[in-house]
Structure formats: C-alpha cells, structure tokens
C-alpha cells in the first residue's frame, strides 16, 4: 500500500471552498484521490464539485470517517483549522499552506504528537501515492507507479526528480514533500522508517537542502535502521551559498558548518548514501546499484 | 527571519523590564550634551548600529567623551559592516563590569520548543565556545506552549554561579526574555554580553533580537521597523516588496527560477558546468506573467552576462512565464543571452509564445543550464 | 466578585470587538443632541445604570425622544433600585430585532472550568428557563487553561438554530467572550439579550459582567472602576477601604467576629435567640487593636440597640481585640451594651485588660450569645 | 493513620522566611510537625529555626525527600509556587493564602488532578491530626487525638466546633479545612471518602455554609457510600442572610435557592446526617447516636 496513504485513504480539505482549496481538491478528485468532504466555517450544507461541505471538521469526520485531512488556508488561520483537524480524530493531516508562524508550527506539532497524529508540512507540496491517491499539489502526470520512495524537503525541485526517474523508467511508491520550514511535521527519519518497512518500496531518495540538521540525522538513522539503497541530493551545494542568508524556504540557511551542503554531503556519504550532483544522476545512480 | 537593531532590541528589553543601560541615539551635537547630562558624565560609548556581529573587532564601538563622540559618530555612520551599512550611533552610558556572562533564548528548531542558553564565557562568539569548552554552555529546555516561571529557571542560574539576590534577577530575566519571545513571535533572544556589576545586579549590556518574519501580520509594529530595515540592499528590498525570494550573490549569470530547491539547485548546476549565479532568485509558486517580469528587471539591474529562467510548473503556467519573459525582453531591452527552460503546467503554449517571439525554449534542466554557460563563456 | 454597569461592561465589549449598538452616557442637553446627530434619529433608548437586574420592569429603560430624554434621565438618576441606586443613564441607538437570544460565559465553581450557557430564551430571567424550560438551555464546557478557537462553538451555535454567516459571527462572539474573561479575569460575561438584526447579525443588547476581587493587583483599570463603585454604602466602602468584610443588614444588634463562618454563625445565633444582627463583620485573620477599633467605629455608626463581639483566637491575639475595644469604648462613647467573647491565643491577658477596664469578658460563645440578646430585650 | 497526614509526614514550607510563614513553622515544629525545609528564592543557604531553606522546591524535595508542602505566600505569587510544588513531585499541596484569584485556582486545580496530588486551600486553615502533627495555622491547644473527623469551609467557625469537641471529650482523627473559596482542591466529597475508610474515624462532622453546592454533593455520597455517622452544621442558616452578597468568604454567597443554608440542611437531613443549629449541639448529637 506504499506508505501514508493509499486509494482507499478518504480525505477532507479544509478552506476547500477557497480559490487555492477549490483548484487543488479538484485536481485531487482527477487523480483519483476520495475527496469525500470539505470544511469551511459557515458554509455548511453546500456542494463542491458534488462534494459536500460542513461548518466543522468533527461534522464531517462524522459523516464521512474519513481519517487525513488537507489544510489550504491562509497563514494566519492554519493554528486554529489544524487544532480542529487533530480534535476531529483524523491522523494523517498535511498542511500546504506556506508562511505559518513557526511558534504556530512547534504548538501544532507538539499537539500531534500528544495524539500520535502524523503531520506533514506546513510550507510542503504534500504526498503522493502515484497511480492510486495525492494529498496536495504534487503534479500527478510527472509520476508512475513503482517501488522508488521519495522524501523531500522541496517542491518543484521534487518534480524535477520525480519528473528523471519517471523518464528514466523508475516509478514511485510515495513521493512525501516534508516542506521548506525549520520546524516542520514528519522529518526525514519517519520517513525513512516507512519506507524501510513498506514491501512496496525498493529505493530510497532523500533530497535534502542547506540548513538544519535533519539529514545528518538521518544518515545516522540509514547507517542503524536502514537495508534499502538510499540515494541523496542536497540543494545549495555549490560554493555560491551565503550565510546567514535564506534561501528562499524558511529552513534553508546556513549557520555555521553544520547546515552546509558539503557537510551533510559528507555525512551521507559516510553513512553510504549514495549521493548525486544534479537530478539526473540519481536514475543513473540506481541502475549502478542494480 | 530578520534581525533588530541593537538599540531595537534594547527598546524591547526595556519594555519588558529587563535592566538595560541608559541609551540615546546620536542626532546632533545636542543630543550628546543632553545624554551627558541625564547620565551625569562627559565619557560614554558609542555603538555603531549595524546587522552584523563583530562590530567591537570593526571599530564600531568605543569610549568617547562628549569632545570626541561626534566626530567618531560621523566617521562611521554609513560605513560598510560586512555587507550591511552602519545605520545609527547609539549613545550608552558606562557601565562598571565585574563580570561577563551569554544568555540567548532561541526557538530550537530540532525539537520545537524553547532553548535558554547560559554560558559563564559571554562577550565572546557562542559557537567558539561551544565549540572548545562545551561543559561551559547550560541549557534548559522548555515546551513551546509553557507558561514561564522564575522557577524554571532557578537551577540554570546555580549552574552559571549565581546566588541570592542575583539568582532570583537572573530567573527573572530569563521569564521576561521567554514572555518577550512569545508575544513578539521572537526566534532569538540573545545577550551577549549579560552583565554583573559592582553591586551584584545583572545587566544587558547587548542585544541580538531575530524575529519570524512569517509573523508579521500579528506583529504590525514590528513589520513596520522591518520594512524599512531591509532598504540596506535594495534590489533585496525591492524583491521583498514584489513577494519574490531574491539573494544577492556575486557571479555571472542572472536566475530566475520557481521554487526555493530548484532555485538552489539551479545555482548548483551553474556552477557545476564551470560559471556561477549572480544571485538567488525564488518567484514562489504560482507566478504569474507581472512577477516573471518583475523578476526579470530585476536581474536586469544587476551587471550580468547571461540570464537564466528555470520553472518546472506545477501550480505556475508555463504560458503565464512566458508572457512574462517576452514583454520583459521587449521593455527592458536585455542584452545578455538569455536561456528558458519550461517544463510542466501549459509548457506547449508557453514554449509556443516564445517561439513565436524569437526566444528559445529547452525543457531539460541539465543541458539548458550548460547552454547559457557556454553562451556566456563564448561571449567572454 | 463585583459588577460593572451595563455601560462598562458594553465599552470592554467595544474593546474585545462584540458588536454593540452606538452607546453614550448621557450628561445634559448637548449630549442628547450630539448623541441624536450620531446616530441619525430623534428616537433612542434610555437606560438606568444601575448594578441590579429587572431594570425593565422597574421604567428604569425607556424609549425616549429628543424632547423626553432629559426629563426622563433626570427623573430617574439617583432612584434606588433594590438597594442599588441608578448611577447614570446611557443613551443607546434602537435597533431592529428579530429575535431574542440568552448567552452567557462563566468560570464554573464545580468543575472549574470555563463554561458557555446559551439559550434561544433570551431577554427574560435565565433561572425561571432552566427551571421551567431546562432543554432550552445549551451549554459548552471549555478547560480553564483553553486557547478558545472558533471551532469549539460552532456546534453550541448550531444548537441554537445559527447558520451559514450568523453561526460564524456567533462562534467568533464565544471566543472574543472567552478572551475577554481571560483577560481581565471575569467570573461572568453574561449577553441577554444577544440579538439578532434584520441582516442576520449579532448584537448585544446588554451586559452583565462580574469581575473576580481577588485579581484586582493585575486588573488596574478595572480596580479603579470599583474602588468609586463600593461607595455606594459608604459603611460598606469604609470597610473595604479597611480591609474588612462588612455587610449591612436590618436587626438590632451589632457584631464583630473573627472569620467569615464564626461571623455567619454569629449571626445566626443571635437570631436563634430571638434577636437579629444588624451587620455581618468578618475583621479577618490576624487582626490587630486598630481593625478591632475601626471596626467598632463602623458599626456605631449604625442605629443599634448592643454590641456583640466574638472571637476565637487563632492567628488573631485576644489581648490585641481586648486593647481595641477599650479604646474604642472610651473615644466613641457607646452608649449601647456590649458583650464580648473571647478565647484562644493570649486569651487570660485579654480578659484581664478588659476587667481592668471595666469590661465584662465571656469565654463560650453560646452562652454570651444569649447575654447580649437579654440585654437587648431588657432594654427595649 | 487518621487521613491525609501523620507524624512521618515530612512538610516543606513555601514562604518559610516570610513572616506569617515563619511565625506558622515555628508554631507546627512546637506541635510535633516534621518541617524538614523552607523555600524561599533567593535565601538558599539560609536556615530559620534550624531548618534549611533552599532556592528551589526541586532542591528540598530531593534532600529530604518530603511528600508535602504548605503555601506562605502573597496571594499574587501563590499561582507560581503553586506550580513549583507540583513540579516537584509532592503529593500533597496546602495553600493557606487568601485572596488567590479564582482562575489561578482553577488552573492549580487542574494540574493537580492531571498528577493526581491533594490539593487543600486556598484561603483554608490548613489540615490537623491531633497528637501528631499539623499543616497549617489550626491551633494545636484546641484539638485532642480521637475519632471525630471534621471537614469544614470554615477557619475560626472550625475551631469552635473542634473545641466543643474536645470540652465534651470527644477527640478528633484528623480536621481538614477545605477552605472558603468558591473554587477549591478537595472537597467534602473527597474527605468524606478518605474518613470512610480510615479506621482511626468513627463519626464524621461536617461544617457547611451558604454558597455553592458542596454540601449537597457530599449529602449524595454519605447516602450511597459512608457507612458511619455524620453530623452536619450549616454557617449562615438564619433569615438575616441576604442574596447575592459575599459573607467574608468569597465562596459564600448565594444565588438562587440552592445555596441557601436552609436548603442544604433540608438535603442533609434528608441524608440521614444529623444537623445541628449551634456549635455546642454538636457533641450532644453524637452523644446521642452512641
């Protein structure tokens, strides 16, 4: 069933009455994804592209038992939709929205993990099990089914791989998009458990970024936990990077040595990842392996 | 992300009680005699205010007299403090020092909570200290929806050697630092140096305050001290205002790309191939044709010999980025090669656009990054 | 615990943004005009300020015109409302409603929790609905340490019949409620009536809030507010202002006690026996000589017919209350008889002080009870 | 062991340089009370009647290992040390303090059912087992060891109650005074449960007042669960009570006819607990039950 989520997975969309929640539960419901309700406050009893609409998450977990939900909301309302998502009873819920307050961020995942709750995200592209179901806003026509997992703290630059190893023949078990903050739900180590323990995934590509310590981390993970192949790529590894500077996500910062590329290059490379210095290097990267 | 000013975030401290010395901001001649006269003395200090550290080591801080400070204010304002201007002199009355000490609260990215760092070694760089005399940094850990007490810290201020009167101030201040964090979404609370004096009290004698630039909207004062502050490089300025992630770098080869990972990966591959990016340039998801035009006078301002436009499109229409690119290349009249790669959302009507402007489109990443490197080159 | 007036209670409305209708104190001919200007009407309602309820009922809200307002401000101004006297008139807009609501947020002594009461009963007595009507009553039952979210009321505003914009405004009312007690440490902010406009907006009609007096070290302003509001008993003022625990009441006999239950059973004794007191006071824990004389200064105020003084000495000192109803025996001249009982801590010192002086002491509450009740009688 | 406490107790005193905290110490070390620490922030090192005082409760706790603590401390302070205490792993919290505002109560109160401590107070006059130890400022002169329980919402009401008692020979196990809040830590309930099964108690007198319904929780349980026999006193239970006034305490007030004394003695005796009018009738009525 791959990891996270699969066909049989029903899900609601939160704000799914917005332009950004209404554009994407679309493109979800084409792939195939259960989009079985959406939740906007006060606007209960509506419908959706036939899909109904409730006034509270708890009324539409009710009604539909549905167990992720999917956060398009504006920055400043995510605290308040995602403590209601993590009341409902679900326990997979993925939040897209970019520009959450971090101190927002470290209340929800602290709540998340009181409940055993999995978040993903915020500031992510969310998940994608190709051929079956997404969460989120990952491109369904650059994926195919197969056994490679993918864990990424990018979104377009996770297409780019996605979109490689497509071409080159190599399908994907889940792609997860953990988002460019600092503090972010699910992390690189959860992920790799997963896949570790998914029959469905044969190959595990991390793709990582300046800043942070969360690939180090899961270097270490691979070296104690981890049989499958691991290949990485981390953005920002030229000598360009400056800093103190961000680069674009929140997290992707350097300060001091730990957050360089180079650094957790070394460190993947230590704990036998195989690592790749543009997208197109890791297709060739697995069929070395095979 | 975004830092205050020394004397911002001693305006902070002073608004939530922690002891400060008396500060003034240089103005004028005047300004000097009045601060002279409220402190009672003819020496101070004066501080270059500048968003770096290292000003000591710079020589933007000293002891002037009310004879000397102005023309040592003068001499520095404005000056370069690696990459930022010194914007202001603030005036600081003298403190007696009997010993130094670091304190920083910072909001621990790894485990989401609060982190109040102590270390006995303070006035110098933390990361030198953490890095030779690790048992010399304290820390205690707080959970991010905790509701601080002086308690919480009462054992963080034995460790750093703090008794009676002093261990209580020290707690104490560590509460309003947590309480000043919370209420201004601050990501970082430093002081360094804290400060005792003759008489046992505890003072910040400076301040490093960082706030979640994603908590603006709750946090209007704040933002509009921001707004002002980023006008120090103004291309970064103009970018912020526009809602594009913009990162001034120094080589050859303008970008533009959708996305922060393949924005960097997109200066990766540059130089890779032998070139380098001349900046860092992140349009977000969903751009439309005004910010694809944006972005690009943008670039167009800096001194560069080719430009780069990279989207894998998701969210972004191919066609959107390309109308944004042909009426760019018809105003602004770029000179330098350009290279579009476009792959994804509508790439068949925005390589169609293009074309039918005379403009090139590739839709694979790897080579069209070598093509503008060796069109940049060739044209060397 | 103590109320503020409509009026207060509607301007911290104003401030936690609940909508409420244009409101304005009404202090002579100007202000009736200024107010008819501002809302654009001839027509409003005046409305008695007053700290008791059944203001209706009692022609203390009225709707008034230009021409009749002042008359009928100046009429009713300084009336007595059970007890209460009508401190001001408030000026409020008329506004159109079409239905009546009940809602009201309490810190719930039981369970020691925030809880939310709503009912679609409104404008009448909330205790005669949840006798008569208890299904009409809804409730939401919220931590006390809650961060209140608009979520946690949409299912109560469900029950109460909301939908689509209205069930959202009244959900963001509970919550602006919530924060509001929070904030300023509210025991009840009750709304009867909310109302509902022709647009289907909320509105609240009224207010009733009680504020906690054991926070009035963090609460300011309000403390402020309610040192001028206890002035409306003047003994009950002066005692407050002394740090004692006075409340008038009708009978004969004047108390003095140490602690709230032995006072009530004071009072209750006295009544057992076939006289009546004329005060509850409570001196408190550890009273010295000079509470004991002002206390005894309160109650010769009073028309009394004897004086009962009861005190078992804990944390308080019998020689201390003994030194205190000397003086106050000899400087105010009462003239009416006193019986005091006193045992506990210094209690044979005490008794000695007062014999020295003239002054029978007893040691069993009972039986001096009784004493001080003949002597009443006798005298009568 | 009577309830609660006895003389292996060991008590910390919160506030123990101050003066009220100081006085009480002394006056519970003179009954026999072990005291084995004061804390006061700040005077660490110090020591008052030859106990140490120490900065922290964490620190008392672990050198002396005490499982108790009382509360000396202006009411404004109170939520912190409150906090403080139940940080440091005691499990039994008095807090003499009047004045605490409600919601700070409420919020102790709530931690301390999440760790499952006693909490006793605030504004309470703390608890006594007579001829052996004491936590509070109960006078010890006034008690004797015996088998009368008390519970009670009173101070000085108590002690009158408790001296009758012992005048007419009848001793007490264990006195508790809940305190005269209208939010408190344990309750009548709870007490009565705790006498129920202490085999020191063979009668049980309850002090009442107006306000709140306590009481008549209390009158519930003794019909379905105490087995031994309980005296009931009502404080406020004549015609002069006027509704919606404070009587001193902040709990006693009435609202509506519930809280009335009347009421309440009518629900007592219903309950089969012999109710007296006046303190002295209460050894009378025990008198008569034996």
Redesign the interface.
């Known amino acids: 069933m791959a990891v996270l989520l699969d066909k049989s997975t029903k899900v609601i969309v939160q704000g799914m009455t917005g332009k950004q929640g209404s554009f994407h539960a679309k493109s979800m419901i084409d792939y195939g994804t259960q989009i079985v309700a959406g939740v906007t ?5 509506q419908e959706v592209f036939g899909v109904p609409i409730y ?4 009324e539409a977990v009710e009604a539909t038992q549905a167990t992720a939900s999917v956060v398009f909301i504006p ?2 309302f995510v605290y ?1 939709a995602a ?2 998502a993590i ?1 409902s009873g679900i326990n997979l819920l993925t939040i897209i929205t ?6 927002d ?3 929800i ?2 709540r998340v993990h009181e409940q055993n709750i999995t978040l993903v995200g915020p500031n992510c ?1 969310g998940l994608i099990t190709p051929g079956e179901t997404k969460i989120g ?3 369904g026509a ?1 994926c195919s089914k197969g056994n490679v997992g993918i864990v ?9 791989i996605i ?1 490689n190893l497509t071409l080159s023949g190599y399908g994907q078990s889940t792609c997860i998009g953990l988002g ?1 903050d ?2 972010r739900g699910i992390d690189f180590k959860e992920s790799l458990r997963l896949f570790e323990q998914d029959p469905d995934t044969k190959h595990i590509v991390l ?1 990582g ?2 800043g ?2 969360g690939e180090q981390e899961a270097a270490q993970l691979v070296k104690e936990e981890i049989s499958k192949p691991v290949y990485g ?1 981390i ?8 800093p103190g ?9 350097v300060h ?1 040595k730990s957050g360089t590329a180079q650094e957790k290059l070394r460190i993947l490379n230590e704990a036998g990842i195989l690592t790749a ?4 290097e890791i297709p060739n990267k697995i069929k070395e392996t095979m | ?1 975004s830092m205050l000013y020394e004397f911002e975030g001693k305006l902070l401290f002073k608004d939530s009680k922690i002891p400060i010395p008396r500060i003034k901001i240089y103005t004028d001649t005047e300004s000097i005699k009045q601060f002279a006269e409220e402190i009672g003395s003819d020496t101070m200090m004066a501080k270059g205010q500048a968003l770096a550290g290292g000003r000591g080591k710079a020589g933007l801080i000293k002891k002037v007299t009310t004879e000397t400070a102005e023309e040592y204010s003068k001499s520095i304002i404005g000056r370069d403090h690696k990459g930022k201007p010194v914007a202001a002199v603030m005036l600081e009355e003298l403190v007696e020092i009997t010993k130094e000490y670091y304190l920083a609260l910072m ?1 621990d ?2 485990s ?2 609060y982190l109040m760092l102590a270390s006995t070694m303070g006035g110098v760089d933390i ?1 030198e200290v953490a890095e030779n005399h690790p048992t010399e940094i304290h820390r205690t850990l707080l ?3 905790t509701n601080p007490q002086t308690y919480h810290f009462m054992e963080l201020g034995k460790k750093m050697g703090f008794k009676a009167k002093t261990l209580t101030q020290f707690a104490s201040i560590c509460v309003k630092m947590l309480k000043m964090a ?1 209420k201004h ?1 601050l ?1 970082l609370v430093e002081i360094n140096p804290l400060v005792t004096t003759p008489d046992d009290k505890l003072i910040a004698a400076d301040s490093k305050v960082v706030i ?4 603006y ?2 946090q209007p004062s704040i933002a509009a001290l921001q707004s002002q502050r980023d006008q120090h490089t103004k291309l970064e300025f103009e970018a912020t205002q526009a809602g594009i ?1 913009y ?1 001034q ?3 050859d080869i303008g970008i533009i ?9 997109t ?6 191939y032998g070139s ?2 001349a900046n ?1 340039l ?1 349009v ?2 969903g751009a439309n044709d005004e910010k694809v035009y944006k972005a690009l006078e943008l670039i167009s301002k800096m001194d560069i010999k080719g430009i780069f436009v990279n ?2 499109a ?2 972004t229409r191919c066609d959107d980025v390309a109308r944004g690119v042909v009426s760019a290349n018809k105003k602004l009249n770029i000179k330098v090669p350009i290279v579009i790669r476009m ?3 509508k790439d068949t009507e925005g390589i169609k656009i293009l074309e039918e402007n005379g403009i090139h489109a590739y839709n694979k ?2 080579p069209s990054a070598k093509k503008i490197v060796e069109l940049v080159k060739g044209g060397n």
């Open positions: 406050p006060g606007k209960g009893g006034d509270t998450m708890k920055a400043p308040s403590l209601e009341d970019e520009g959450v307050p971090i101190r961020t470290a209340r995942r602290r592209p806003i990952i491109p650059i990424s703290r990018s979104g377009t630059l996770t297409y780019e979109h460019g600092p503090v793709v970024e300046i942070g310590t790529f953005a920002g590894n030229g000598t360009w990077v400056k500077k961000q680069m674009g996500h929140a997290g992707a910062i001091g210095h543009t997208p197109s | 992300m909001l990215n790894k989401g909570s990361e959970p991010i929806d919370i979404d990501t979640d630039g994603n908590s909207f709750r992630s990162v770098l120094d080589g790309a959708g996305g922060a990972g393949l924005s960097m990966a200066c990766d591959l540059l130089e890779f380098s990016p860092f992140d977000g998801g989207f894998f998701g969210i792959i994804g959302t990443m790897e």
